[in-house]
Every structure is written in structure tokens, then in C-alpha cells.
């Protein structure tokens, strides 16, 4: 009688210890760093978290931009324009599976303009957020911008990155006709200041 007491009490106890077990599942640790690993929460409903070239088309669009898909090969963008001044808008972080990307690039590419100093590129990278102005390999303006989507942003959160990339834009293009000296530059004995570069610069196509 005694021993099947004692064998009840040891099988209600290993009960109680597998449903506690089911409720409450180990919490595994990252041996490395010795904590638990963070839990990274789901995207709320409504938030862009990937898009395809429809989408980036779209968004363009709602942004204020005219724009087109064109294909190289098995790669397609986006040649946009913010009234005559074209862009390039390209996907990055694509799933293979067809999921989506999750990142959009948007680049300018300018030629005909004189020589720009790396100083004056600097300068503007300087002042200006979100964009980035550099020299190309053949030493000709370009701008481009990133827009991360990864973890999700809203509609009207990504419509305002497109719109800063819009006044980017708008404002390289003027800078780079704008008749302002070099760093470094003399001004002429006259006082006025030399024109660099001149007008007529024109993004690359």
C-alpha cells in the first residue's frame, strides 16, 4: 500500500512538472552573448515592409513622379523623371522566391557639366541630408538615395522619402549649374565670382 502511495505521489508530480513544461517552453539562450535571443515583432497591418516594379512604379506616382519600367536582360527599373530631369529607380533585396524587395535605390547620373571639385561634392554632402552626391568613375556629378523597407514603413512614410528625394534632386541639378566658385577659389579683380560649371549640364540616360 505504501509503495503505491509514494509511486501516485511521483506521477502526479512528474504531471504537474511536463504541464508546467507546456505552458511555460524553455527559453533558449544564445550561448555567445548568454541571453535569449530578441523577438522581433511582426510589421503592424498597412506598413510597406517589400515591393516589386509594380509597386516602386506606384509609389513613384503617388510621390509626383512620371515613370516607366524598362528591362537589360533579366534585370528591370524604373526610368522616372521629376519634370525634365530623369532618374533611375532600381530594386534591391529581392527574395528569389518572388517575395518582393525590400530596399529601392534611386540614382542620377549628370554629364555635360565642367569639372566638379571633390571639395564642392563634399560640401554639398555636408549640408544636405538623406542623399549622397559623389564623383562617378568617370569623374562626372551623380546623386542617389536608399530607402529601406525592411521591418516596414507606412505609405505616407515612404511617400515623404521619395519626396525628399525629389527636393534632393531638385537641388543638386541647380547646384551644379549654380554660379558659385570652387572651393578655394579667387574671385576676378572685378569682384564678381567665376561661373562654375556653366549652365547646360544634363543627367545622364
Same mark, same amino acid.
Given at each position: 500500500m505504501r509503495t503505491l502511495i509514494v509511486a501516485a505521489v511521483l506521477l502526479a508530480a512528474a504531471a504537474g512538472a511536463h504541464a508546467q513544461t507546456a505552458s511555460n517552453p524553455p527559453v533558449i539562450v544564445d550561448q555567445a552573448i548568454g541571453r535569449a535571443p530578441p523577438l522581433r515583432a511582426a510589421p503592424s497591418p498597412g506598413l510597406v515592409t517589400s515591393t516589386d516594379i509594380n509597386g516602386l512604379v506606384a509609389a513613384l506616382q503617388r510621390a509626383g513622379f512620371t515613370g516607366d519600367v524598362?528591362? %537589360?536582360g533579366r534585370d528591370s527599373f524604373v526610368l522616372a523623371r521629376l519634370e525634365t530631369i530623369p532618374f533611375q529607380a532600381f530594386l534591391a533585396g529581392c527574395q528569389p522566391s518572388g517575395g518582393g524587395c525590400t &530596399?529601392? %535605390?534611386l540614382y542620377a547620373g549628370f554629364s555635360g557639366t565642367a569639372r566638379i571639385p571633390l571639395e564642392r561634392i563634399n !560640401?554639398?554632402?555636408a549640408r544636405t541630408p538623406f542623399a549622397r552626391a559623389f564623383l562617378d568613375e568617370d569623374r562626372d556629378p551623380s546623386l542617389v538615395m536608399n530607402? @529601406? *523597407? $525592411? !521591418? !516596414?514603413v507606412s505609405? $505616407? @512614410?515612404l511617400k515623404a522619402q521619395l %519626396?525628399?528625394?525629389g527636393e &534632393? *534632386? %531638385?537641388t543638386y541639378s541647380l547646384f551644379l549649374v549654380a554660379r558659385v566658385p570652387p572651393v578655394g577659389a579667387v574671385s576676378a579683380p572685378s569682384g564678381q565670382l567665376t561661373p562654375v560649371p556653366p549652365a547646360g549640364a544634363q543627367p545622364k540616360r
Open positions: 524598362k528591362t %537589360e &530596399a529601392i %535605390e !560640401g554639398w554632402n530607402i @529601406n *523597407l $525592411d !521591418g !516596414g505609405p $505616407d @512614410n %519626396e525628399m528625394w &534632393a *534632386l %531638385e
